[in-house]
């Protein structure tokens, strides 16, 4: 049980039970808990509320109303329209997500030291470099002290930056207020940094890296906005857009007036997909450079999800926001992980068949019309009829032999 | 990853990590498809000492659709015997269909119906078991229920 278990787990997954629990680290696992969303379990992405005041990703909820005109969380009426992006709490779950890394470590370093006997306090006093070690107390009893040689190695002065001098020194030192390894060269500059630049590479889980790293992208996402909506395939054409524009401006003329805004783009309005044909669906996708493939159910699924992905980035703050062809890797990777649960492919249609001959003579034993069953008393619960294909007499008929059939179905995704 | 599946990865790292409510248990989770579990109710109640399995059913629409539950029936599981709850394992109720919201989890769908148990003084069947129960679908998601004497 405990190995399967594991096996569904593999992969690194982020949670609030992370954390210590609320007797060691008061409040952490509520805090890292405070800022998810209810239904992805995930950071917010693109937060927003609703007229009640509960909060979830742009995305997320943009899925759900439509499916229920309610709050998932009370339950109070609430439509697309009431939506308004949280913009403190989109910048909260920025500051946490690159805090998370340090005070996981700092939380779980103090709850090894509440699970350890309390040692005899140290007498030890290492004053050769007692200004820099504010938190002294925690690390003298905490049990992974570090041993006073690595320490000492920190040279005392700022060694030039290339010099040779510095070449001869080892290449990493163990930073003594955030322990970790750190360019020996590079220690000050580390640490007046606050421990956040300069972590020497395969360091455990640095923040720096990473803010480093998203601040060039942000750079590139903005150089990518001030060069004219993207490169090429980046935004549509204005010209294309034009056409749009004219059912998009129905009943914000005003808005549309003050062409100032224009840098703020718009959320796309909502498809009635009843009453347009495929080919006009197929049009709608075309225009934003999206495939057209499948029949007119997948292109209003395929649609619909772009609308959710679009209106959902609007809902970033503009320097997170993704660039249209980022938007569109998004579509794909949905589409192809839903896909995946959807069907399982065949590569060798021989030998699966082979390998489930069993299920199939069943398959086709289940398939074969059963005599003997009267069809005469009335259904006491309606079942749907879209579900049958309307063979509402039919069902009562074959109604058990659907069970296995699709019984074994579920058995042979599950085997595989 | 689908998001249907790391909801459900999340899920279970909550289970495994901080464990299920009294009387609750995972009993099996393979894939993130298909997980049962099972639910007990303490106390002194009409079903005292009987444990009874939750089979649960996700599709890559979970959580903003709901997932099929039903109680197992089986040889070593039989349906709980109450006015909810057809003897094919189908449950009626609300949060099963049209209240069911994506903030609910596995654990607290196992809940309520812990608590839809505890609640009951009277041990029957809904008045029209056998006539659903001939009829059924195969998936109880598929049966459009009218939820009568709820609240």
């Known amino acids: 049980m405990a190995s399967m278990l594991d096996r569904l787990l593999a992969s690194d997954i982020s949670d609030p039970t992370d954390f210590p629990d609320a007797a060691t680290a008061p409040g952490l696992r509520a805090f890292d808990d405070a800022v998810r969303c209810t239904i992805c379990r995930e950071f917010y992405d693109a937060p927003v509320t609703l007229t009640c005041g509960h909060c979830f990703c742009s995305a997320c909820i943009r899925s759900a109303l439509p499916e229920q005109q309610t709050c998932p969380t009370c339950r109070k009426p609430a439509s697309e329209v009431h939506i308004r992006k949280d913009v403190a709490m989109e910048t909260a779950v920025q500051a946490w997500k690159n805090a998370r890394p ?22 030890r006093h290492d004053s050769s470099h007692s200004e820099r070690t504010g938190n002294k107390r925690r690390r003298l009893q905490s049990p992974v002290i570090v041993s006073e040689d690595e320490v000492i190695v920190v040279p005392s002065s700022p060694a030039p930056s290339g010099s040779s001098i510095s070449d001869s020194l080892p290449d990493t030192v163990l930073c003594p207020v955030c ?18 630049r300069f972590l020497a590479e395969g360091s455990t889980s640095g923040s720096g890296p990473a803010a480093e790293s998203s601040k060039s992208k942000q750079k590139q996402r903005w150089n990518q906005l001030f060069s004219g909506g993207g490169t090429g395939s980046g935004a549509p054409p204005r010209s294309k857009d034009k056409d749009k524009d004219k059912d998009r401006e129905k009943g914000k003329g005003k808005a549309r007036a003050t062409p100032d805004t224009d840098d ?5 309005p909502k498809v009635a997909y009843d009453i347009h044909p495929q080919k006009r669906i197929a049009e709608m996708l075309a225009e934003w450079d999206l495939p057209t493939h499948g029949d007119k159910a997948a292109l209003t699924r395929r649609h619909k999800k772009w609308i959710v992905l679009y209106n959902a980035n609007v809902d970033r703050a503009p320097v997170h926001r993704r660039t249209l062809d980022q938007l569109r890797g998004d579509l794909r990777k949905a589409e192809d992980a839903e896909q995946k649960t959807r069907k399982e492919t065949v590569d060798d249609p021989v030998a699966y068949q082979k390998a489930n001959k069993a299920a199939f003579a069943k398959l086709t034993e289940a398939a074969r019309p059963k005599k003997a069953v009267p069809a005469t008393a009335i259904p006491a619960v309606q079942t749907q009829a879209e579900d049958h294909g309307g063979q509402t007499t039919d069902s009562a008929k074959t109604g058990a032999s659907l069970v296995t059939a699709e019984d074994v179905i579920d058995v ?3 085997g595989s | 990853m689908s998001v249907s599946t790391r909801r459900l990865q999340k899920e279970l790292t909550d289970i495994k990590r901080d464990g299920t409510p009294v009387g609750i248990e995972l009993l099996s989770a393979e894939d993130f498809a298909t997980w049962y579990l099972s639910v007990e109710v303490l106390g002194n109640t009409v079903y005292e000492g009987e444990k009874f399995a939750l089979k649960f059913r996700f599709d890559n629409q979970y959580p903003i659709s709901a997932p099929a539950v039903q ?20 449950i009626c109720a609300s949060i099963l269909g049209s209240e069911w919201s994506p903030v609910l989890s596995v654990v607290s769908v196992c809940v309520t119906i812990q608590s839809m148990l505890a609640s009951c003084k009277k041990k029957e069947r809904p008045p029209d078991n056998d006539r659903y129960v001939s009829h059924a679908p195969e998936n109880p998601k598929k049966t459009r229920w009218d939820f009568h004497d709820d609240k």
Do not use: M, W
Request: include cysteine; charged fraction near 20%.
């Open chain 1, 412 to 414: 042979d995704s599950e």
């Open chain 1, 179 to 196: 322990q970790k390894q750190v360019p020996s060269q590079k220690i000050n500059a580390h640490l007046d940094s606050n421990c956040k």
């Open chain 1, 102 to 123: 340090l005070i996981l470590r700092l939380a779980s370093e103090e709850a090894a030291r509440k699970a350890q006997p309390p040692q005899p306090p140290h007498a």
């Open chain 2, 71 to 90: 109680f197992v029936v089986d040889d070593h599981y039989t349906a709980p015997v109450h006015p909810h709850v057809y003897s094919n394992g189908h």
């Open chain 1, 264 to 268: 703020e783009p718009e959320h796309l």
